[in-house]
């Protein structure tokens, strides 16, 4: 038996397609099923690769007793957060405030026929436990509530409603101090294990990214520290490549093992951009860096590619070990015995002190993460991963999550272009243009695009800021990298898109187009990923350059100030707002974004390469052969073999050799 869910796009919908459970998917025809009924909706919020999600599918969902009652007395819905985040960000935020601030996914929510919430709350289990009831134990007592005290209800979940509704972000008056922000964001520092924070302990690459902008010395050692310690940490997978979501210890060490798109698009942005910050004489930490931007990309080539060439959204934690059952990082886990049998005794016992793979283990059951110690021989080293990835791939694979996701892609898109270039490697451009093609034939529908897709079909959601703000950066990426006019007109006219659906009457923009919830969800917060605001911000200001359109860079100006009291408030938070800052406050001090344009038919040439590798934060690199059409002013008169840089209003004169690049791109004029 299967129930609906069976022809979702979804991958995390379909993993409760055979359940007892009468599941609907979020639409008003699923809400006017509660009106008719007049009973309320269980609403269930998740996502493919989460661990706790599983785990709640399993004890409750699969039980037919738990789907027998709430079949009978409530109108069920499932939510995948990656497809719907707009759902997601207002359901959240409801958690959130009837909770003292805690959420999380699994997501549970008891809402009225009219989708508003009433009661609220994260994962439970099938039995009480410590001081938290059983599933069944919350569904007997909404149920009781919904019959007994229907108006109560009602009305609490209308007071909600107009509550969170009624928020609203106030404009701060004047910039932030840039150097009290990041003096706050070094108090978070980790003297010891590199990164931000406690535990759970995420990586940051927005906030990485901010502190890169100037690069005075102690921002970039905050900065080198923390990627080279999540570089030779158990974060990092470093056999195969790419990390995993976040940490359970301060030291790197033991991470929750689901792997995900966005984390690793914005880190191999980061570890490029941490690679260029990198004296040339600081060889070893150089090598560090490179090794883990390939590593990604070896890992998105090897298992995250679509058959279409989108990218998708990610791979779970768990997976099944040699007798079928599920541990969570099992994939990942070695112990001494394991590298011995992959690699021989002489060549296990120097994997498993370069790695620290003990007897006693990191994890579990005598198992171990791998860390990378020393300054191992990289030749050796590489010939040992080779091994044990060959090893790994006769162990049984975690799921993958196959939604495509706008966003997601854009941001890897872009990533991949800016190493493509700086490591001169040409094989990166065409993942990246295989993947944006994938976007224009599939997301980008009648000039709207769609959030997500999945065997090359869109789903109908629209795409947030998020998604426009992605995709535009990428594709002014690709029109730079390739000279290719017909990038940069189809980034504007995604700019123009979102300039209209996203507009907030602060000046600022919000997550999502109007899809008739209870709240528009406008979060100005960075925190795994850049919020909407900021995403949108870095589309425009880069659309804007190369077009030459003043109007959409003064609108990314407006939309900057709607951040500034969040980078005042908790700078730790709004690593992408700050990173804005600071280029914007270097722009003051007369080092404006700059547009260097390369004149060649060779994107790869070595005057496009340094270009890449020098240009300043917030500058964007055209390179196109003499004559190129559709590329507004920047090819007018101007000569092949030669690259020209302006800035602002002030152009310096054509160089021809990557020694001279530097003056023009980083002159204070």
Same mark, same amino acid.
């Given at each position: 038996?299967?129930?609906?869910?069976?022809?979702?796009?979804?991958?995390?919908?379909?993993?409760?397609?055979?359940?007892?459970?009468?599941?609907?998917?979020?639409?008003? &025809?699923?809400?006017?099923?509660?009106?008719?009924?007049?009973?309320?909706?269980?609403?269930?919020?998740? %996502?493919?690769?989460?661990?706790?999600?599983?785990?709640?599918?399993?004890?409750?969902?699969?039980?037919?007793?738990?789907?027998?009652?709430?079949?009978?007395?409530?109108?069920?819905?499932?939510?995948?957060?990656?497809?719907?985040?707009?759902?997601?960000?207002?359901?959240?935020?409801?958690?959130?405030?009837?909770?003292?601030?805690? =959420?999380?996914?699994?997501?549970?929510?008891?809402?009225?026929?009219?989708?508003?919430?009433?009661?609220?709350?994260? %994962?439970?289990?099938?039995?009480?436990?410590?001081?938290?009831?059983?599933?069944?134990? +919350?569904?007997?007592?909404?149920?009781?509530?919904?019959?007994?005290?229907?108006?109560?209800?009602?009305?609490?979940?209308?007071?909600?409603?107009?509550?969170?509704?009624?928020?609203?972000?106030?404009?701060?008056?004047?910039?932030?101090?840039?150097?009290?922000?990041?003096?706050?964001?070094?108090?978070? *520092?980790?003297?010891?294990?590199?990164?931000? =924070?406690?535990?759970?302990? *995420?990586?940051?690459?927005?906030?990485?990214?901010?502190?890169?902008?100037?690069?005075?010395?102690?921002?970039? &050692?905050?900065?080198?520290?923390?990627?080279?310690?999540?570089?030779?940490?158990?974060?990092?997978?470093?056999?195969?490549?790419? *990390?995993?979501? %976040?940490?359970?210890?301060?030291?790197? +060490?033991?991470?929750?093992? $689901?792997?995900?798109?966005?984390? #690793?698009?914005?880190?191999?942005?980061?570890?490029?951009?941490?690679?260029?910050?990198?004296?040339?004489?600081?060889?070893?930490?150089?090598?560090?860096? @490179?090794?883990?931007?390939?590593?990604?990309?070896?890992?998105?080539?090897?298992?995250?590619?679509?058959?279409?060439?989108?990218?998708?959204?990610?791979?779970?934690?768990?997976?099944?070990?040699?007798?079928?059952?599920?541990?969570?990082?099992?994939?990942?886990?070695?112990?001494?015995?394991?590298?011995?049998?992959?690699?021989?005794?002489?060549?296990?016992?120097?994997?498993? &002190?370069?790695?620290?793979?003990?007897?006693?283990?990191?994890?579990?059951?005598? /198992?171990?993460?791998?860390?990378?110690?020393?300054?191992?021989? *990289?030749?050796?080293? @590489?010939?040992?991963?080779?091994?044990?990835?060959?090893?790994?791939?006769?162990?049984?694979?975690?799921?993958?999550?196959?939604?495509? +996701?706008?966003?997601? #892609? =854009?941001?890897?898109?872009?990533?991949?272009?800016?190493?493509?270039?700086?490591?001169?490697?040409?094989?990166?451009?065409?993942?990246? /243009?295989?993947?944006?093609?994938?976007?224009?034939?599939?997301?980008?529908?009648?000039?709207?695009? !769609?959030?997500?897709?999945?065997?090359?079909?869109?789903?109908?959601?629209?795409?947030?800021? &998020?998604? %426009?703000?992605?995709?535009?950066?990428?594709?002014?990426? /690709?029109?730079?990298?390739?000279?290719?006019?017909?990038?940069?007109?189809?980034?504007?006219?995604?700019?123009?898109?979102?300039?209209?659906?996203?507009?907030?009457?602060?000046?600022?923009?919000?997550?999502?187009?109007?899809?008739?919830?209870?709240?528009?969800?406008?979060?100005?917060?960075? #925190?795994?990923?850049?919020?909407?605001?900021?995403?949108?911000?870095? =589309?425009?200001?880069?659309?804007?350059?190369?077009?030459?359109?003043?109007?959409?860079?003064?609108?990314?100006?407006?939309?900057?100030?709607?951040?500034?009291?969040?980078?005042?408030?908790?700078?730790?938070?709004?690593?992408?707002?700050?990173?804005?800052?600071?280029?914007?406050?270097?722009?003051?001090?007369?080092?404006?974004?700059?547009?260097?344009?390369?004149?060649?038919?060779?994107?790869?040439?070595?005057?496009?390469?340094?270009?890449?590798?020098?240009?300043?934060?917030?500058?964007?690199?055209?390179?196109?052969?003499?004559?190129?059409?559709?590329?507004?002013?920047?090819?007018? $008169? !101007?000569?092949?073999?030669?690259?020209?840089?302006?800035?602002?209003?002030?152009?310096?004169?054509?160089?021809?050799?990557?020694?001279?690049?530097?003056?023009?791109?980083?002159?204070?004029?």
């Amino acid at each position: 038996m299967v129930n609906r869910l069976s022809e979702s796009s979804s991958d995390y919908l379909r993993q409760h397609a055979h359940q007892g459970v009468d599941w609907w998917e979020w639409s008003p &025809e699923a809400l006017a099923a509660a009106t008719r009924r007049e009973v309320p909706v269980l609403l269930s919020i998740g %996502y493919a690769s989460c661990h706790w999600c599983h785990v709640m599918s399993h004890e409750s969902f699969d039980d037919p007793d738990v789907a027998s009652f709430i079949n009978s007395h409530f109108v069920p819905i499932k939510v995948d957060r990656q497809q719907l985040p707009d759902v997601d960000a207002v359901f959240m935020t409801a958690t959130q405030a009837m909770n003292n601030g805690q =959420g999380g996914w699994p997501m549970t929510a008891f809402l009225t026929p009219a989708g508003l919430p009433f009661f609220t709350g994260t %994962y439970f289990p099938p039995e009480p436990r410590q001081g938290m009831p059983s599933f069944s134990q +919350v569904l007997q007592a909404m149920a009781d509530a919904w019959r007994d005290n229907r108006d109560q209800l009602t009305g609490s979940a209308d007071y909600i409603a107009q509550t969170l509704s009624g928020q609203s972000d106030e404009v701060a008056e004047k910039a932030p101090d840039l150097r009290a922000a990041v003096d706050e964001i070094e108090k978070g *520092f980790d003297l010891i294990h590199g990164g931000f =924070g406690g535990v759970p302990k *995420f990586p940051a690459p927005t906030l990485l990214d901010a502190l890169l902008v100037k690069g005075d010395p102690r921002s970039l &050692e905050i900065a080198q520290r923390s990627l080279e310690s999540m570089a030779r940490g158990g974060i990092y997978d470093q056999v195969g490549g790419g *990390f995993h979501r %976040y940490c359970v210890d301060a030291g790197w +060490v033991v991470p929750h093992f $689901e792997k995900m798109l966005y984390d #690793n698009a914005l880190l191999l942005g980061t570890y490029v951009r941490g690679w260029r910050r990198t004296a040339d004489h600081d060889e070893g930490l150089r090598a560090l860096l @490179e090794r883990t931007a390939y590593g990604i990309v070896e890992w998105l080539e090897r298992e995250m590619v679509s058959e279409e060439g989108g990218f998708i959204s990610g791979l779970d934690a768990d997976s099944c070990d040699i007798r079928g059952a599920v541990h969570e990082g099992i994939f990942y886990l070695w112990n001494p015995d394991l590298l011995d049998d992959a690699l021989g005794a002489e060549l296990g016992d120097w994997a498993a &002190e370069t790695f620290h793979v003990t007897r006693g283990g990191t994890f579990e059951d005598g /198992l171990s993460t791998l860390q990378l110690r020393g300054r191992p021989d *990289f030749a050796k080293l @590489e010939e040992v991963c080779g091994i044990l990835l060959e090893e790994r791939s006769n162990r049984f694979r975690p799921a993958s999550d196959n939604l495509v +996701v706008a966003g997601w #892609n =854009g941001w890897m898109i872009h990533s991949l272009v800016t190493g493509a270039l700086v490591f001169n490697e040409p094989g990166w451009l065409e993942l990246a /243009l295989r993947a944006a093609q994938h976007l224009v034939d599939v997301h980008v529908v009648d000039g709207v695009l !769609r959030r997500s897709s999945r065997d090359g079909v869109a789903d109908p959601a629209e795409g947030g800021s &998020e998604d %426009y703000g992605a995709v535009i950066e990428a594709f002014v990426a /690709l029109a730079g990298a390739t000279g290719d006019a017909a990038w940069l007109r189809r980034a504007e006219a995604l700019a123009d898109r979102a300039v209209e659906a996203f507009a907030h009457p602060d000046g600022g923009f919000y997550d999502a187009v109007d899809t008739g919830l209870f709240q528009r969800p406008r979060s100005l917060t960075d #925190n795994v990923t850049p919020s909407g605001t900021s995403a949108l911000i870095s =589309g425009l200001r880069a659309v804007g350059l190369l077009t030459e359109r003043a109007e959409l860079v003064a609108r990314a100006d407006e939309a900057a100030r709607t951040t500034w009291a969040a980078v005042a408030e908790h700078p730790r938070f709004a690593g992408a707002a700050l990173a804005d800052l600071m280029i914007s406050d270097e722009a003051r001090r007369g080092l404006k974004p700059a547009v260097a344009v390369v004149v060649s038919s060779d994107p790869f040439s070595e005057l496009s390469r340094a270009a890449w590798r020098l240009a300043p934060a917030g500058s964007v690199v055209l390179t196109a052969p003499e004559g190129a059409e559709g590329l507004g002013s920047h090819l007018e $008169e !101007r000569v092949d073999g030669l690259a020209y840089v302006c800035r602002g209003t002030v152009c310096f004169d054509p160089v021809s050799e990557y020694a001279e690049l530097k003056t023009p791109l980083w002159s204070r004029v």
